[in-house]
């Protein structure tokens, strides 16, 4: 069993910048590839970043490409997902999620994904 905790989350303006963090627990951590989704009122969560057990493969959406970079440090138990340039379009619950796969998958669809943490808050201002 894996706990997953983010923190990071809070109210920024338009153009400024966070840092989330997932750190897990009670499991090997390098042993998960790990996701992060976001979820808006209204609207289904999606992945907005992903990362493989090693950090070698990462996947970012289009919409958040060039401006969100996804990290793991699997010394710390910790993903890391670095958010610049943020719009209000990028406010959301987000939340990270870890999955059991194979060293260099990483993966996109929610379902796939076994162990979730509570979610943190981001609003960005206009």
């Known amino acids: 069993q894996v706990q997953l905790v983010e923190s990071g989350g809070g109210l920024v303006q338009a153009g400024g910048s966070l840092r989330l963090s997932c750190a897990a627990s009670g499991g090997t951590f390098s042993s998960y590839a790990v996701g992060w989704f976001r979820q808006a009122p209204g609207k289904e969560r999606e992945c907005v970043a992903a990362?493989?057990?090693?950090?070698?493969?990462?996947y970012y959406a289009d919409s958040v490409k060039g401006r969100f970079t996804i990290s793991r440090d699997n010394a710390k138990n910790t993903v890391y997902l670095e958010m610049n340039s943020l719009k209000p379009e990028d406010t959301a619950v987000y939340y990270c999620?870890?999955?059991?796969?194979?060293?260099?998958?990483?993966?996109?669809?929610?379902?796939?994904?076994?162990?979730w943490g509570q979610g943190t808050q981001v609003t960005v201002s206009s």
């Open positions: 999620g870890a999955t059991a796969t194979a060293r260099w998958v990483v993966h996109t669809d929610l379902s796939k994904y076994d162990y």
């Open positions: 990362i493989s057990r090693s950090g070698a493969n990462t």
